[in-house]
T-cell receptor, first 115, second 113 residues
Framework: AQSVAQPEDQVNVAEGNPLTVKCTYSVSGNPYLFWYVQYPNRGLQFLLKYITGDNLVKGSYGFEAEFNKSQTSFHLKKPSALVSDSALYFC?????????????FGGGTRVLVKP | EAQVTQNPRYLITVTGKKLTVTCSQN?????MSWYRQDPGLGLRQIYYSMNVEVTDKGDVPEGYKVSRKEKRNFPLILESPSPNQTSLYFC????????????FGPGTRLTVT
């Protein structure tokens, strides 16, 4: 079975400071890893994904994430947060060996960027 | 514009009254899926479809039905809704499986009283 943990329900950060949203995962095989963002009253939007290759993945809106296989983590980062980054962030994993395209999501982390 | 649409966006109904939430995508995607979002639980997959006439259960299929008669449409059916199905529902699609990201609809907020 595959699972995702986002240990922080909420992250508060001042505008201009670095932002990190944590994610750890568990899969039987090799993982596909995704980050999505949800703005109020909107659907989820894709930010970035790790499939293979370079452990540092760059995505939309200046976000990046680092895949760490030994720690089974895929933390989302942004060097300088904006107030407009305030949203709900979801990490998701898919086991490469799993049938279908089942995505398992974490519980979400709310990010609040204060001016 | 490439998009996934859902209707209705908001629905309040009573226990036992059958309802359907429609989902349509205009990207010719093979894969479609339904999720429910509940606080603290993230999104949980209800059903998914790999292609026309091919559907399978996700993690929480009880109380739901789906059909995939056309590639673009993937309706979610609640034959006899109950209060524990009050939730925010999302439809998603992707070109295929494996490494593809999914495209999400705007969501349907369902309240069952």
């Amino acid at each position: 079975a595959q699972s995702v943990a986002q240990p922080e329900d909420q992250v508060n950060v001042a505008e201009g400071n670095p932002l990190t949203v944590k994610c750890t995962y568990s899969v039987s095989g090799n993982p596909y890893l995704f980050w999505y963002v949800q703005y109020p009253n909107r659907g989820l939007q894709f930010l970035l994904k790790y499939i293979t290759g370079d452990n540092l993945v760059k995505g939309s809106y200046g976000f990046e994430a680092e895949f760490n296989k030994s720690q089974t983590s895929f933390h989302l980062k942004k060097p300088s947060a904006l107030v407009s980054d305030s949203a709900l962030y979801f990490c998701a994993v898919r086991d490469m060996r799993a049938a279908g395209n089942k995505l398992t999501f974490g519980g979400g982390t709310r990010v609040l960027v204060k001016p | 514009e490439a998009q996934v649409t859902q209707n209705p966006r908001y629905l309040i109904t009573v226990t036992g009254k059958k309802l359907t939430v429609t989902c349509s995508q205009n990207m010719n995607h093979e894969y479609m899926s339904w999720y429910r979002q509940d606080p603290g639980l993230g999104l949980r997959q209800i059903y998914y479809s790999m292609n026309v006439e091919v559907t399978d259960k996700g993690d929480v299929p009880e109380g739901y039905k789906v059909s995939r008669k056309e590639k673009r449409n993937f309706p979610l059916i609640l034959e006899s809704p109950s209060p524990n199905q009050t939730s925010l529902y999302f439809c998603a699609s992707s070109p295929g499986t494996d490494s593809y990201e999914q495209y999400f609809g705007p969501g349907t907020r369902l309240t069952v009283t």
